[in-house]
């Protein structure tokens, strides 16, 4: 007993012996930013003083200097009370420091004692220090807006979470770039535009999804509006588009306002539902294959080759939408290799659905057929269902819904981005465009040319105006250089 009685004294008078810092005598630097300008590094940086209560404005210290090392130390001499990096909370780096590259001070960072590894990192379109200028300026008034600023849209899920820690280790991870937080000006407040990209610690650029808003919409209406058609043909002839249209969008509004988890969610089911019964139904019209129909092999031009590939852009949209949610993927080094996986599967079952139909149809029956595909669903027939195919249309609703639901939360998403409006307020809007289309689009023809259309923007959109985009920001970066 008496040895711990000792040893609990020494720890209390060993506490004692520290040196005390007096709040009022030092400054707390809360907010830090690095700019590059004119050759040299310019250091800025935001502290509160408590001598004046707790809502006292903001000061703000600026410094330059041939090293970005000697930032610190040359605010040191330039205040009149020594600095201290506790509670540092936020690093903004300007445009043209983060392209010259910010991984050595972000090693510094993480070496150092003073700093914690939920230090936020984040970019500004200009200058860190005309930024900061308007956190301490009468407008906003609070050190601590930038943090709060981008902790609150990570709780709502508007931004991934990204620290200090996790852009250190999406740096080192293989098939993985970091990304940062974007800041730019609006008049006088700061607003977070999106993601700022980095290829081996260097900005390359931001995400813009501005671009790819209409299709998105486009996608998700077009394949609500072909099921509804299959339904009303297959199923319920008398009933109006318009109600299975309105049935349906209240689900998705349902699905969508509950995050891009519960998307998530509705997409796995959709995925591993259906695959219990795709792969079955296509063993039972091998009883009627015709082998021969896949003869002559090899006799097709490229020209022809490309024509079917074209045909087929339709089933393969979807895959653009990754620009989108890839920033809120836990772990996105990760990721790439079960896209691969999932495009290939799909091609896979793409692949075994048409060499069904072609052993099943000659050439001429099923150029005659509207819905081939589906009529293979006819062949099965079991004592206690009738119609296989109204079983097999009931389950392809979880086809259908899951890619209704990511097209509106990708859609709500850009234009949360582009018009800054709240990602709640506009699905609504979305799914009231999607309703009215609906009532315009019931005839089959109608339904067919935008099928056509859609695949043709979809097409266009994913082959030529992607790999544009990133040979633009290239050789703009190039340039820049």
């Not at 830090?32 to 000061?59: C, S």
Request: with cysteine.
């Amino acid at each position: 007993m008496k040895p711990l009685l000792v040893i609990a004294a020494s720890v209390f008078l060993l506490a004692g012996c520290k040196s005390s810092r007096v709040i009022d005598e030092i400054q707390i630097i809360q907010e830090m930013g690095y700019d590059f300008h004119d050759g040299k590094y310019v250091g800025t940086a935001v502290y509160p003083t408590f001598k004046q209560g707790p809502m006292t404005k903001p000061n703000l210290l600026t410094t330059s200097s041939s090293t970005v090392y000697d930032l610190i130390p040359r605010l040191s001499s330039e205040s009149a009370l020594p600095i201290e990096e506790g509670q540092l909370r936020l690093i903004l780096f300007g445009k043209e420091f983060a392209k010259r590259g910010i991984i050595q001070i972000t090693h510094s960072l993480a070496r150092n004692n003073k700093v914690g590894s939920h230090l936020l990192l984040g970019v500004s379109s200009g200058s860190a220090h005309e930024l900061l200028d308007i956190t301490a300026s009468t407008t906003l008034s609070d050190t601590l807006y930038l943090p709060n600023l981008v902790e609150q849209n990570v709780r709502s899920m508007n931004l991934p979470k990204t620290n200090l820690h996790l852009f250190l280790y999406n740096y080192f991870s293989k098939g993985s770039d970091p990304f940062l937080p974007y800041f730019e000006k609006k008049g006088d407040f700061v607003k977070l535009e999106g993601l700022a990209l980095f290829k081996d610690g260097k900005y390359v650029g931001k995400v813009s999804l501005r671009d790819s808003f209409l299709v998105k919409i486009l996608l998700a209406f077009t394949v609500l509006q072909t099921y509804i058609e299959i339904i009303k043909i297959w199923m319920f002839p008398l009933m109006g588009a318009w109600q299975f249209s309105l049935i349906f969008l209240a689900l998705a509004y349902y699905t969508v306002l509950g995050g891009f988890r519960v998307v998530t969610g509705v997409c796995f089911w959709g995925v591993v539902i259906p695959l219990l019964t795709i792969f079955p139904m296509l063993f039972f019209p091998l009883e009627y294959a015709h082998y021969r129909n896949l003869l002559p092999v090899f006799d097709h031009s490229i020209g022809e080759i490309f024509a079917g590939a074209k045909a087929m852009s339709l089933q393969y949209l979807g895959m653009e939408m990754l620009m989108v949610y890839y920033p809120f993927i836990q772990q996105p080094e990760k990721s790439h290799k079960w896209a691969q996986w999932g495009s290939a599967f799909a091609t896979l079952i793409y692949l075994s659905i048409m060499l069904v139909s072609i052993l099943f149809y000659n050439e001429e029956q099923i150029q005659h057929i509207t819905w081939p595909t589906l009529t293979l669903a006819k062949i099965p027939a079991v004592p206690f269902i009738e119609r296989m195919e109204y079983i097999i249309i009931s389950i392809y609703v979880l086809v259908v819904f899951p890619i209704i639901c990511i097209a509106v939360w990708s859609a709500s998403r850009v234009a949360k981005k582009l018009f800054s409006i709240k990602q709640r307020r506009f699905v609504p809007v979305i799914l009231l465009f999607l309703f009215i289309g609906t009532l315009w689009f019931e005839e089959k023809e109608q339904i067919e040319r935008l099928n056509k259309w859609t695949s043709t923007v979809g097409l266009y959109f994913v082959i030529f105006y992607i790999p544009a985009l990133y040979i633009y920001v290239k050789a703009a970066n190039k340039i820049k250089k």
